[in-house]
């Protein structure tokens, strides 16, 4: 496993992790709930591109969303949790025993943290925003790839006249 977002402490059921499993579904873990369990994503597609997931717990149901979509519940989710105060909050790790441990190993964009349990239209509406700006993507799809270099290539041959064809591309 290794841990997105996370505040907890090890071994004092204390705080919460947002982690991918080793067979690479995501899991919201509350400590202090009934939280064996908890909702999965399922497997993400392999497919190279950007997800958004999302959690909410409304004090009785866990809710886990995959790019918008409600993809698991768990009703009955009761207790408090209790953020243990000597830990931080840890984006792309998890503390344990004094340092950081298990950590995620990929691209993450956007980490957000709520006190209320957002609305299925809130999570929907961030899908919105969008990726981050990455320098030379020129078709807009979050990365830089072999297409990029064929629409610069495209635009350089059809250009004529230095320098007035750099405005061709977006």
Request: charged share 20%; hydrophobic share 35%; proline share 5%.
């Amino acid at each position: 496993e290794s841990a997105l977002v996370s505040k907890n402490g090890e071994g004092n059921n204390l705080g919460w992790r947002l982690r991918r499993e080793s067979n690479g579904q995501i899991r919201l873990v509350t400590m202090g709930t009934a939280a064996s369990n908890d909702p999965t994503t399922g497997s993400l597609p392999s497919d190279n591109q950007w997800r958004h997931v999302a959690y909410t717990w409304d004090g009785s149901v866990k809710r886990a969303y995959l790019d918008g979509n409600l993809v698991a519940t768990r009703t009955g989710v009761t207790g408090t949790i209790t953020p243990d105060d000597l830990a931080p909050v840890a984006v792309g790790a998890r503390w344990s025993a004094g340092s950081f441990s298990r950590w995620f190993t990929g691209a993450m964009y956007d980490a957000r943290v709520y006190n209320y349990a957002l609305e299925q239209s809130d999570i929907q509406a961030m899908l919105n925003i969008g990726c981050p700006p990455v320098p030379g993507d020129i078709d807009g799809n979050c990365k830089v790839d072999i297409e990029d270099l064929f629409i610069l290539a495209a635009n350089w041959l059809a250009c004529s006249q230095y320098p007035d064809c750099i405005s061709v591309l977006p």
